[in-house]
């Protein structure tokens, strides 16, 4: 501590520079949690940051990222609840138990989110999107479960991807919490739905050190946008 | 990661950065060293730690928190290690067996990733006891080699205690976003497997208590879906609290229309486990 900022801008008050030195000190503490924070922002800055693209706008901070696994929650249950209201032909009745739970989960995890939201931030809460499922044919099983695969799986990485974006302040931590409430129960689905596939593939999409992976916003809606009829934009999202 | 501008990026909000680690000549020194001993996927950690004494900031203590979860990995490799072969794993079907294989190599994999972060710092693998009998190894799993079923009731134990540990210390990863992210990429594997082995008891059926099958992948309220009396207060433990449904002050039940019932509320979301809650959980298990 030498003070090399005060004999650059000497303070004309002795009674400023106390109060300057007080702010100093803040800044020592508070403003080095900030730099530890934007660490992360300095190594991603070659990221592929999504331009604005006029669409529904999923907002920014803590408030976006839930709006963004609000977009998610809503694709998964729209599916799955055309997948039990129209069941593939030759469906099990375990298969249709396991779909029916499964049909449950997403619509409580959607209509969580948007009951949160408007509780946080109720003019920040973006619409129910309209979904397109023109490419799944939901008479066919094999459809069905290749499409339910891919929806948990990019669920997943959604999530494990998203942890990083929320604040270590105010709300944050909670935030955090209810997303790894979920999270593991897309991964239980995600390992059943690879199952009733092939047997024994719960986990055949872990890495060469048994992770699961993590994908950006930008990654995740690049592939969901496929079934979203809705623009979205997610340019400002944190990074 | 280029870490020279990590510092640079702080001297702009901290110009005393450097004195904080004593001289300029000094950080870069330890970079130097550190990058020279330590697998990449490890710098980002091995930085932290720095900080951390730099700036007298640990909350929840990073290399702490990965301890923690190594010494859960350790538990779950050493108790896969154990079963596969065993003659209790023989009497199981050719897919049951080879599912057992997988997971045993993916929690040796989480053994080997988490020591290759923490380096130095990594703690030793304790001794355990799979008798659940803190080292007299007349436990109440005495036997389990030889019991199939037996195995997959601790095995669906350790799996679902996993997944809500992790999730418990999340928050406290927050500090250092690289290991957040691998402790969620690991989190999702274990309720993966917890999934799977919950399909593997259901499909034997046997001492699943009859009040609560179907078993299902994910948890139902607080149902463990094992009847063992010798540990079954010790196991209810892994599954109590689970069956919570009110989230952040959200009624899940009744949400949307009819889907969501008291059971599919709670299993809808998992819950955390404290670490506290996790030692107690494993305590029998360590000598």
């Not at chain 1, 790894?180 to 739905?193: F, T």
């Not at chain 1, 199952?195 to 992770?211: H, K, R, Y």
Request: aromatic share 8%; net charge negative.
């Amino acid at each position: 501590m030498k003070g090399t900022i005060f004999s650059k801008s000497p303070a004309k008050d002795p009674a400023i520079s106390e109060y300057g030195m007080q702010r100093r000190n803040l800044l020592k503490y508070f403003g080095a949690s900030a730099a530890l924070i934007s660490i992360g922002t300095a190594c991603k800055k070659d990221d592929d940051t999504p331009a604005s693209n006029g669409g529904v706008n999923l907002g920014s901070g803590d408030v976006g990222i839930l709006n963004y696994a609000y977009a998610l929650e809503q694709l998964e249950a729209a599916f799955y609840l055309q997948v039990v209201a129209t069941p593939y032909s030759g469906m099990t009745a375990l298969e249709t138990e396991y779909l029916t739970d499964i049909r449950n989960h997403e619509v409580g995890h959607r209509e969580f989110f948007k009951a949160a939201i408007t509780a946080a931030a109720p003019s920040m809460i973006i619409p129910a999107l309209e979904v397109n499922f023109s490419s799944i044919d939901f008479t066919s099983r094999t459809s069905v479960l290749n499409t339910a695969k891919a929806f948990e799986d990019l669920g997943v990485t959604a999530y494990n991807g998203a942890g990083q974006l929320i604040s270590t302040s105010g709300n944050g931590p909670t935030y955090l919490g209810l997303a790894g409430k979920i999270v593991s129960v897309e991964a239980r689905h995600a390992a059943l739905i690879a199952d009733l596939i092939a047997n024994g593939t719960f986990a055949a999409t872990t890495d060469a050190n048994g992770l699961d992976m993590a994908r950006t916003p930008a990654q995740v809606l690049a592939i969901a946008g496929a079934y979203i009829k809705t623009q979205i934009d997610a340019s400002n999202l944190p990074s | 990661m280029n870490l020279q501008n990590i510092i640079t990026e702080i001297e702009k909000v901290d110009p005393e950065v450097y004195e904080r680690f004593d001289t300029r000549r000094k950080v870069m020194k330890n970079f130097a060293n550190l990058s020279g001993k330590i697998a990449l996927a490890a710098v980002p950690l091995a930085v932290t730690s720095m900080f951390n004494k730099a700036y007298g900031q640990t909350p929840g203590d990073v290399n702490a928190v990965l301890n923690f979860a190594l010494t859960l990995e350790y538990l779950e490799a050493e108790f896969y290690n154990n079963i596969v072969g065993s003659a209790g794993y023989l009497t199981a079907s050719a897919a049951a067996q080879a599912a057992l294989t997988k997971i045993r190599d993916d929690e040796n994999k989480h053994v080997a990733f988490l020591k290759t972060v923490l380096g130095a710092a990594a703690v030793a693998k304790p001794t355990f006891d799979f008798t659940a009998g803190n080292g007299s190894g007349t436990g109440p799993f005495a036997g389990y080699l030889a019991n199939y079923t037996v195995q997959l009731a601790m095995a669906q134990t350790f799996e679902d205690t996993g997944v809500r540990a992790y999730k418990g210390q999340a928050a406290n990863l927050q500090i250092n976003r690289t290991a957040l992210t691998a402790a969620l990429n690991i989190h999702s594997v274990e309720a993966r497997h917890a999934s799977h082995i919950r399909q593997m008891r259901r499909a034997l059926d046997a001492a699943i208590p009859a009040g609560q099958k179907p078993l299902k992948p994910w948890i139902t309220l607080n149902y463990s879906g094992i009847d063992f009396p010798p540990a079954q207060a010790g196991i209810n433990l892994s599954f109590a609290g689970e069956e919570v449904t009110t989230q952040a002050g959200v009624n899940i039940i009744g949400l949307g229309g009819t889907y969501n019932t008291a059971s599919a509320a709670s299993e809808g979301f998992d819950e955390p486990l404290t670490s506290a809650q996790v030692l107690t959980i494993v305590d029998p298990f360590i000598v």
